[in-house]
């Protein structure tokens, strides 16, 4: 088996950088192309309702993920960490450990969704006029939990053996089926958000389905064989607890959802629901490079803290940063200068164009820090030091948030809640700054 088809710990750091990053951020790219056109789709076929049920389902692809990450992300960082070291057997069993994870987690998670759907949507902050759209999503989505958390795990181990442009096709297929769908059964067939749920789910059985056949197929540095996947107690609690950052990110992000969704419905109704929902898409896409390159990062981070390389490690970190910010900055502009535009192409309204023009204006306005906040969290989560990960996402996400998102309207009124997002921004980025400053120097001085 072919263990180091990457030269990790000699080869040039920024050539290598953009091998790993440019695929994934390609593939996330295409995800949140085919987010944003479920939504594009439904806001102008089916109207302002349609679209703000299916945007009160959001939380659920957050769940999913949550589940998903903790699993795949723990497991591809110890499989990182053990090819540091050359240990071959414990990186397939953190493979085989990391999938029944996934599989038992994803399962479980379909059945609560699917046994107490009218809790979830009303926790969703669901409105009586989008109630109709959400729940006919929701049943489907909620169906495809384990598709979803194996295309992840597959896409992720993938990556991390040193095939990042397949890792990229994992992802990739089953998005452009997705969109491809999604034109059929909204467009053609008229089906709505139904249609909608269909070809999302669709996705993730075919990017899965892929993916499967690359890993059990021999297609990467995965060695299959029955006893890796025997659960081992002490590696499922390190796998758990290397990923529990992403599972908190995930968490967060869903739950601040919730937190949008109730007050935009308090201050706006439907309308300013529906220009969350084009913030939202926009947003996955605007960070979509941060995403890209830290993911990419991933295996050059840890093989390189494996065997002990630190000065590696950092100098991949601040190269990394410097090429996120640099790419957030320009799609962060386009966002500034063309907002009525991309309101415009989710079936916008006046109505709309009155709250999002300055709502999307507000909100991305420091945008460009998240190149390097997105980078600090995967970079502790690398190198199997949850705790500084976890403490950014939390206070990010909820700490910090959450009080503005209520404090702020009060004040402001409707812009108030826009205003929240930068603010806590704001604040991370110091906060992670001085996190990977630290880390710096316990490095260093184990040297």
Known sequence: MNTKSVDYLNGKLFPMILRFSIPAAISLLITAIYNIVDRMFVGNVNGTSALAGLSVCFPLSFMMMAFALTCSAGGSTFFSLFSGKNEFEKMNQSFGNS????????????????????????????????????????????????????????????????????????????????????????????????????????????????????????????????????????????????????????????????????????????????????????????????????????????????????????????????????????????????PKQILAAFGGTEEMFHIGIDGLRVNFCITPALGFVMLATTFFQSINRPVPSIIITVLRQIVFLVPFIYLLPVILDINGIFFAQPISDMLTTALSFYLVWKEKNRMFSQL
């Open 99 to 338: 999938m029944v994870l996934v599989c038992l987690s994803e399962i479980l998670l379909s059945v609560v969704l699917l046994l107490f759907p009218d809790s979830f949507l009303k926790i969703f902050g669901v409105t009586e006029t989008a109630y109709p759209y959400a729940i006919l999503y929701y049943r489907i989505v909620a169906l495809g939990c384990v598709f979803q958390g194996l295309s992840q795990l597959f896409c992720d181990f993938v990556r991390v053996s040193g095939k990042p442009f397949f890792g990229m096709c994992v992802t990739g297929i089953g998005a452009t089926a997705n969109i491809v769908l999604d034109a059929l059964f909204i467009i053609v067939f008229d089906w709505g958000v139904v249609g909608a749920a269909l070809a999302t789910v669709a996705g993730q059985v075919i990017s899965a389905f892929f993916g499967g056949c690359l890993v059990f197929g021999n297609k990467t540095q995965v060695h299959i064989s029955k006893k890796i996947f025997r659960l081992e107690k002490n590696l499922c609690f390190q796998i758990i607890t290397c990923g529990f950052a992403f599972f908190v990110a995930q968490m967060a992000m869903g739950f601040i959802s919730l937190v949008y969704n109730s007050q935009l419905g308090k201050y706006g109704g439907d309308i300013a629901i529906s220009v969350y929902a084009v913030i939202s898409s926009v947003m996955t896409f605007v960070i979509m490079p941060a995403s890209g390159i830290s993911q990419g990062i991933q295996p050059i981070l840890g093989n390189n803290y494996g065997s002990g390389s630190y000065k590696r490690v950092l100098s991949t970190f601040w190269q990394a940063t410097l090429f996120s910010v640099s790419i957030t900055c320009f799609i962060w502009l386009i966002v500034l200068i063309f």
